[in-house]
Each structure stands twice: as structure tokens, then as C-alpha cells.
């Protein structure tokens, strides 16, 4: 019996193609009132506004908010009272994309989990594929998995840093004189040990073992292109978005109540988005260069009375958030940036000087611009893909190397003889050919003739 084990790598061919966004901008300008439905104005309010935001430089607790009755917690979303009881950990940034970080006493432990379910799963489906693409490690839960077809119909499972698996395992069976001879083509070990140990039950004399321990592995390449929709958008993910820049205006002690606009869109069915993309500039002035970023950015200024959100996922999705209005409180500005491949998080600063004339420009679509779209999808993608392909060449070119060497006929410690060198060449092309046609998109004689110039050269300079 023989047995490949196939893995195959693709080249990203990325679309980008926004769903239906948030809805349309209507000319109603109720959503949008100019003061606070609850001025900051009886010296109790002040004074318990007064401590969250001293509280606001403790980053990372929130303990204060059971500081007595008067400050006990509204949660987010029904607008019933937080007990410790009741309360959650609720993740800033969503842990199913690569957060790590949490508040308390923003969301009912039963309102936690709805929001979890719906609006947050809907926001890691539509940012699965950069999830993939980047590998995020995710704190928690199995590795993420996405089923795709490929331009030419092939069906993958996508997987961690763009690695490509096949869905089914492949069962070939040719009768021959002494019986029936399987060949087996399955994605990974397991699949193989799987597909054999069903085998075994209808014919009892396979080794799986031994068959498993004599499989050979391949690589090889879809023959078609991988399509992602990175689309982003919607009324679930737009309410994980503005949740999110809502959990960090908490912790950074900005009473929830005060933020008008986010509690309005999260509360009601038909509230209307209080957020917009934002790409005819970038926000984040000290961008790290090449990573992926998951950015969360509050600053609530009582010059303009807003309290502002920016909320970026992946360095490409960008949205800035207008949470509340009429705001009278100090100064507080608050970021958090990590990296999701790993949580690392980034020192940065975001400009979120806005104000009520921009958020109207932002909402009604005049500051999401294509070009810039494009560029911050390039500056991520453009050097991450580029990366990707070049340790694989790498691989895919040592791999080669070491086989021709090790079967080009020399005996150990001999000068190649040139015969030798004319076998390590053809051993070489052989295995990269389908590198260079299926990645690099050479047809098969300039691949060919690529692979014996790179192998000739190897041989000149050893
Ligand atoms: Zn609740």
C-alpha cells in the first residue's frame, strides 16, 4: 500500500469586498442630540465622575466601580444594574480575533455571552481569513479551520498562517494480480491514521503503523487561486466594534452612561450606527511598520464635549466611533494596541481630534476613501504575503537541494564528478518545478530553465 501525505500552500489572491456596511445614512437627526439626555450637573454625579476618572491612570482595574451604590455599574446593553454577582470579564478587544485584555463591570454575565454569540461571533467570522492569514494564537479554543474552494474548484481547509490541507482524504484503488492496491492521499497524519484504521476494520491485515511509518510526504500546489471575501461590516459586527471602544472608555473610568450614541446603538434594535471608516488618513501616527494591528482608542475632550473611539482590526478595518456626546468631564485619552499574532502590545498615539462636523462627514461615508483602503490593506498584506512566499521558497529550495545531494550517486569527502553535478541539477529542477509553474506562475521550460541556472549556480560558488 502506499501512502502520500499532501500539504499544499497557495498564493493569496486577496478581495476585497465590503458587505452591507452600516446602514445607509438617513437625514434624521434625532440620533444625534447636542446634549447629554443627563447633564453631569448634581454634585453627586460629579463627584462620583470625578473618581472614575482619576481612575482612568489605574488601567487594568476596576474595582473602584463597587465603591458604593451610587457608583454601581450600568451594564451595557439592557441597562440593568452590575452585582458582583452578576458581573463579567468582558474582552476589550474579542478574544476569538486574538484579544487578551478584559473589563469589569460593563456587561451582565448573561448579556456577556448574547453579545459573545452574536455580535462578536459574526465580527471573528467576517475577520476569520486574516485570522488565518496572520495566525493568530488565539488565548483559548481549538485551532481555527475555514473551509474554501479555490478558482478551480479544488475544496481546502484553509488553516493557521495560510496553510492549505485537503478537506477528504483520496482513495485510489487498482486491482492488480495479487489483489487490490490502495493508494491513499490524505492532508495530514491523523487523516491517514483515520482513513486507515477504517480500512482495517474491513480488512484486518493492514498494519497501520507500518504503513503510516513508510508514507511519504509531498507537498504540492492548489491548481487554483485562494479567494477570501474580507468584507467587513454589518449591523452584529458594527455593534462588536462599538463595544469595544465602549469597554475601553469604561476602564479608562468613563462612566457608560455618558456615552449616549454607543448605548442608543447597542440597546436598540434599530439604533443607528454610531460609527464610520476612516481611511483619508492615517489616525495612528507611529504605526509599526509591516505588523498587523488591533487598536482600540477613546479620548473623550470636554473642548469638542465628544467622547470619541477609534477601533482598527488587523491594521485594515478602520473605524472611528462617536460614543457619546455632551461631555463635560476631564480629558482622558486611552489606547490599546497589540499585536494579535501574539497579544505583544504597541505604545502608540491616535489623533481623534474630531469634531461634531467631522463625525457627520465621517458617518455619511466621506472619509472612507478606496485608495487608502487599498494602501492599508497593502502595507499590511503587501509585506506579510511577501514574507510568507520567501520562507517557503526558502524551504521549498533547500528541501530540493538536500535531496539531489543525497541522491546524486557522490560517496562522502569525493569531488563531484560531473556526473554528479549533472544529476544534483536534474535531481534539483525536479523538485522545484512545481514551486516555480504553480507559485511563481512560470510555465514549465522557463521553470525549468530557472531551476538548473539556480542549481548550476549552487554547484560554481559550493
Ligand atoms: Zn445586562
Known amino acids: 500500500m502506499k501512502l502520500l501525505l499532501v500539504t499544499t500552500q497557495e498564493i493569496f489572491v486577496y478581495r476585497k469586498n465590503r458587505l452591507n456596511d452600516r446602514a445607509a445614512p438617513t437625514n434624521d437627526s434625532a440620533p444625534f442630540p447636542t446634549n447629554s439626555p443627563d ?134 484503488r487498482t486491482p492488480t ?14 487523516q491517514a491514521r483515520e482513513v486507515l484504521e477504517a480500512l482495517k476494520r474491513k480488512t484486518p491485515h493492514i498494519d497501520v503503523e507500518g504503513t503510516l511509518a513508510t508514507a511519504q510526504v509531498r507537498r504540492s500546489y492548489a491548481q487554483g487561486a485562494v479567494q477570501l471575501q474580507l468584507g467587513f461590516g454589518g449591523e452584529l459586527s458594527g455593534r462588536s466594534l462599538v463595544k469595544s471602544a465602549l469597554a475601553l472608555a469604561h476602564q479608562a473610568g468613563i462612566p457608560v452612561d455618558r456615552c449616549g450614541d454607543a448605548l442608543r446603538y447597542l440597546r436598540e434594535a434599530d439604533g443607528t450606527p454610531c460609527f464610520g471608516y476612516y481611511y483619508v488618513g492615517d489616525l495612528i501616527s507611529d504605526r509599526p511598520a509591516e505588523k498587523p494591528l488591533h487598536c482600540v482608542a477613546i479620548e473623550a475632550n470636554p473642548e469638542t464635549s465628544l467622547i470619541l473611539g477609534y477601533v482598527e482590526y488587523f491594521g485594515v478595518h478602520r473605524a472611528v466611533v462617536c460614543l457619546g456626546r455632551g461631555y463635560r468631564g476631564e480629558a482622558v485619552k486611552c489606547i490599546y494596541a497589540i499585536d494579535p499574532r501574539n497579544g505583544a502590545t504597541f505604545d502608540l498615539s491616535v489623533r ?68 554528479n553535478m549533472a544529476t544534483i541539477s536534474e535531481l534539483f529542477a525536479e523538485r522545484v518545478m512545481p514551486w516555480l509553474q504553480h507559485v511563481e506562475g512560470a510555465s514549465a521550460e522557463t521553470a525549468r530553465r530557472q531551476a538548473k541556472a539556480f542549481a548550476d549556480f549552487i554547484l560554481r560558488t559550493a
Not at 473618581?51 to 488601567?59: K, S, W
Not at 466621506?366 to 502595507?379: I, K, L, T, Y
Open 39 to 172: 447633564g453631569c450637573k448634581s454634585g453627586d454625579r460629579q463627584e462620583h465622575l470625578a473618581i472614575r476618572v482619576r481612575a482612568a491612570h489605574v488601567i487594568g482595574t476596576c474595582r473602584h466601580l463597587y465603591e458604593g451604590p451610587s457608583v454601581r455599574p450600568i451594564c451595557a446593553t439592557c441597562g440593568g444594574q452590575i452585582t458582583e454577582a452578576d458581573d463579567s470579564e468582558e474582552h476589550i478587544i474579542s478574544a476569538a480575533i486574538g484579544g487578551r485584555r478584559t473589563v469589569r463591570g460593563l456587561l451582565h454575565q448573561v448579556c456577556n455571552n448574547q453579545a459573545g454569540q452574536t455580535w462578536d461571533a459574526e465580527l471573528e467570522r467576517q475577520l476569520r481569513p486574516l485570522a488565518l492569514h496572520f495566525g493568530v494564537q488565539r488565548q483559548r479554543g481549538q485551532t481555527l479551520r475555514m473551509a474554501i474552494t479555490t478558482t478551480a474548484g479544488e475544496e481546502l481547509l484553509l488553516g493557521p498562517k495560510g496553510q492549505l490541507t485537503m478537506v477528504r482524504p483520496n482513495i485510489t
Open 352 to 419: 481623534l481630534a474630531f469634531d461634531e462636523a467631522d463625525i457627520e462627514a465621517i458617518y455619511d461615508y466621506r472619509m472612507d476613501d478606496a485608495s487608502g483602503r487599498q494602501e492599508a490593506f497593502g502595507q499590511v498584506f503587501g509585506p506579510a504575503l511577501h514574507a510568507q512566499r520567501e520562507a517557503e521558497r526558502s524551504r521549498v529550495f533547500k528541501e530540493a537541494l538536500d535531496y539531489a545531494w543525497a541522491n546524486c550517486g557522490a560517496e562522502q569527502n569525493e569531488m563531484l564528478t560531473t556526473q
Open 177 to 190: 494480480p495479487q489483489g487490490v492496491n490502495l493508494q491513499i492521499t490524505a492532508g495530514s497524519d491523523a
